[in-house]
């Protein structure tokens, strides 16, 4: 039977050796069926890829850390940033908890991050920097946190083919962004495309559906259906775009 709680891997970790798994250099390891966990409050990553990483397999696992009310990466559930790995995988994972989700700032082509659900990180489901046509598709985002912001979906220094398509992210925070772009650029022929995501905002602070910060170049926003529940009538809003940047398209969204 296809059950990621018949075998369990669990560890309470240090400061200095913050993980449950570590993979250090590694190409073409997959983790299958399992559940992933971290117990320690304070240092509650769970997987670590360094060194360039490459190749990696997370699939139908569940990804667990700790309660927390923390915005610190050190209670992210996969915690990436040294080498520049290539072609991770991520997909039909559970994650629950943790501060974020997935917190990645290598450059890196190709990661792929499909058909997961991500439940009550504090901060971010997913954090993603660095990367070169990166794929977030068909992914469930949610939490109750209560904390000062939370961000669904957050892509920094994204370049080329960027798909970000049919996400769904709910959160009933205080504030927060549903999908927030920054210094993200398409390529003529090969444009970003942000489409068919559902974005639910219950908070009666800053809600942002899809934000698009600083300097971001030819991006499509399609089809997205976004549904604000706050008040605020100055900083909840369903798109919002800065001045920096160009060659957005924004179509057939409500």
């Given amino acids: 039977a296809l059950d990621s709680t018949m075998v369990t891997l669990r560890f309470s970790a240090t400061t200095a050796d913050n993980f449950t798994v570590r993979l250090n250099n590694a190409d073409f390891v997959t983790f299958r069926l399992i559940t992933l966990a971290a117990t ?3 240092s509650g990553r769970v997987v670590e890829l360094i060194n360039g990483a490459s190749n990696i397999r997370l699939a139908n696992n569940i990804i667990m850390g700790v309660n927390t009310s923390s915005t610190l990466n050190t209670r992210a559930l996969v915690y990436q940033v040294s080498g520049s790995g290539q072609n991770n995988v991520f ?8 501060s ?5 700032t290598t450059t890196e082509p190709g990661m792929l991050i499909t058909d997961n659900q991500l439940s009550d990180q504090y901060y971010g489901g997913l954090w993603l920097q660095n990367k070169s046509a990166v ?19 957050y ?19 205080t504030s927060g962004y549903g999908i927030l772009l920054y210094n993200c650029d398409g390529v003529t022929g090969d444009r970003g495309l942000i489409s068919n ?7 009666s602070g800053k809600a942002y559906g899809i934000y698009m910060s600083t300097d971001n170049n ?9 549904h604000i529940t706050s008040a605020n009538s100055t900083t909840a809003q369903p798109f919002y775009s800065r001045a920096t940047g160009g060659n957005i398209n924004v179509i057939n969204n409500i």
């Fill in 100 to 104: 974020h989700g997935i917190y990645t």
């Fill in 155 to 173: 892509l920094s220094n994204c370049d080329g083919a960027i798909e970000v398509e049919s996400n769904k992210i709910t959160t009933a925070t």
């Fill in 40 to 42: 320690n409050t304070s």
């Fill in 197 to 203: 995501n559902f974005i639910q905002l219950g908070t």
């Fill in 218 to 226: 030819l991006i499509d926003v399609y089809h997205n259906s976004i």
């Fill in 135 to 153: 794929e977030v598709s068909n992914n469930v985002i949610e939490t109750n946190s209560s904390g000062p912001s939370y961000y669904g979906i």
């Fill in 91 to 98: 997909s039909n994972n559970v994650f629950l908890n943790g």
